[in-house]
């Protein structure tokens, strides 16, 4: 279905991030789609993806634009272009991959080198990897602590806490300026086929998105 403007009150921007293989672009396929992709077919440069829902507690439908980042180092610098263009951050670790876990404050140092202060949610994914757990759900807890972040534990594959995630971010943005979000997020973009980002305000071009 043709989504127009009136379909939304709020536009909400978010980034997943993480290192490569922690389950971004799953994670992003879970909430969006419904899917799950057993296959790790490695993000190249970045994807996008938006879905309409309503933050209950706040009786407003938002619509969420995210970004899906590629892990790879060498796509480092693209992530820090739609670093700025954000309301919110979704960080991602593995809870399998204690490198995925190690590499956060590597992240955390690059989020708050290239982003305006914005809201950030850390997600341990693959919960349901009971036997191969690396890290413990402790772990995540006190890392967030530390950072003054908030934390969950998620899963793409059988979709445990995802939507919570989105949700949980979404409020938490709406909550923060609510009157400024009404006010700047009524230009969205799109990735051309070159993948520069175009303004898009009247929201015509969207074949144009991955
Ligand atoms: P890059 O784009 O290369 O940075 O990777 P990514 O972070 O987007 O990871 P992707 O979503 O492609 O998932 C990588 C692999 O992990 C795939 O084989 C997925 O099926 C698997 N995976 C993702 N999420 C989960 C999860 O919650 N549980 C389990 N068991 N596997 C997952
Ligand atoms: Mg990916």
């Not at 909550?175 to 520069?196: F, H, Q, R, W």
Request: charged share 30%; proline share 1%; with cysteine.
């Amino acid at each position: 279905m043709e989504e127009d403007e009136g379909d939304y009150e709020i536009l909400i921007k978010l980034v997943i991030l993480g290192d490569v293989s922690v389950g971004k672009s799953n994670f992003l396929f879970r909430f969006v789609d419904g899917q799950f992709n057993p296959v790790h077919v490695a993000t190249v440069g970045f994807d996008f993806k938006s879905r309409i829902c309503e933050i209950q507690n706040l009786k407003k439908k938002v619509k969420f634009q995210i970004w899906d980042t590629a892990g790879q180092e060498k796509y480092m610098s693209i992530n820090k272009n739609l670093f700025q263009r954000v309301q919110g951050i979704i960080l991602m670790y593995d809870i399998s991959k204690e490198d995925s876990f190690l590499n956060l404050d590597k992240w955390l140092q690059n989020i708050k080198e290239n982003s305006n202060e914005c809201p950030l949610i850390l997600i341990g994914n693959k919960s349901d990897l009971i036997k191969e757990r690396k890290i413990s759900k402790e772990q995540g807890e006190n890392f967030a602590k530390k950072n003054n972040i908030i934390f969950l534990e998620a899963s793409a594959k059988n979709g445990f806490n995802v939507e919570k995630s989105f949700l949980k971010l979404g409020e938490i943005i709406c909550n923060k300026n609510e009157n400024a979000l009404d006010k700047m997020n009524k230009t969205e973009y799109v990735i051309s086929k070159n993948t520069t980002l175009i303004k898009n305000k009247k929201n015509k071009d969207k074949k144009n998105c991955c």
